[in-house]
T-cell receptor, first 109, second 115 residues
């Protein structure tokens, strides 16, 4: 059983559309990170959210940490083909990161 | 800076063979990690080393051993490979540079197939 559940598992959209990816858990995390992974490469850190209710923006990407620090979301505005990849959330549980299974995003031009 | 490097990039083994996956980082990080990534299961921690000279088991340690050779290098050994160990293996490091929540830097991965 995954400690962190991500949804949807797969998302295929047209360029210019908006989308939201969710990361949910029944556990409280001290912080939560989002990574992006391209085919054949390792994950790359996008952002860390720490405080309940925190919102961080990275260009067209908006990350939110739930008030209770059990869930997070990633919203992409006007998706572009370059956003294609696997998006992973990871919660800090003690001194170790626990990863969700990921959301595969495909943006078609 | 090269960041985190891994060798080899690809490997095919027969059941029962042994091999060592190498990892090195040049960011002066204290902590290093080995993960495996399987479809639909995300990244699962195999072993980690919080600092030079220490190693601890992660979520899926069975069938693996590790060595923290020095601060830069952390190797993963499969003593007797099994088909269930077919996976993509990632090394990561963390610690320092103003990042305080165990943010990790990953290598490019080793794609291992066990026949």
């Amino acid at each position: 059983t995954q400690l962190l559940e991500q949804s949807p598992q797969f998302l295929s959209i047209q360029e210019g559309e908006n989308l939201t990816v969710y990361c949910n858990s029944s556990s409280v995390f001290s912080s939560l990170q989002w990574y992006r992974q391209e085919p054949g490469e390792g994950p790359v850190l996008l952002v860390t959210v720490v405080t309940g209710g925190e919102v961080k923006k990275l260009k067209r990407l908006t990350f939110q940490f739930g008030d209770a620090r059990k869930d997070s979301s990633l919203h992409i505005t006007a998706a572009q083909p370059g956003d294609t990849g696997l998006y992973l959330c990871a919660g800090l549980y003690g001194n170790k990161l626990v990863f969700g299974a990921g959301t595969i995003l495909r943006v078609k031009s | 800076n090269a960041g985190v490097t891994q060798t080899p990039k690809f490997q095919v083994l027969k059941t029962g063979q042994s091999m060592t996956l190498q990892c090195a980082q040049d960011m002066n990080h204290n902590s290093m990690y080995w993960y495996r990534q399987d479809p639909g299961m995300g990244l699962r921690l195999i072993y980690y080393s919080a600092s030079e000279g220490t190693t601890d088991k992660g979520e899926v340690p069975n069938g693996y051993n590790v060595s923290r050779l020095n601060k830069r290098e952390f190797s993963l050994r499969l003593e007797s490979a099994a088909p269930s160990q077919t996976s993509v293996y990632f090394c990561a490091s963390s610690g320092g540079g103003g990042l305080t929540y165990n943010e990790q830097f990953f290598g490019p991965g080793t794609r291992l197939t066990v026949l």
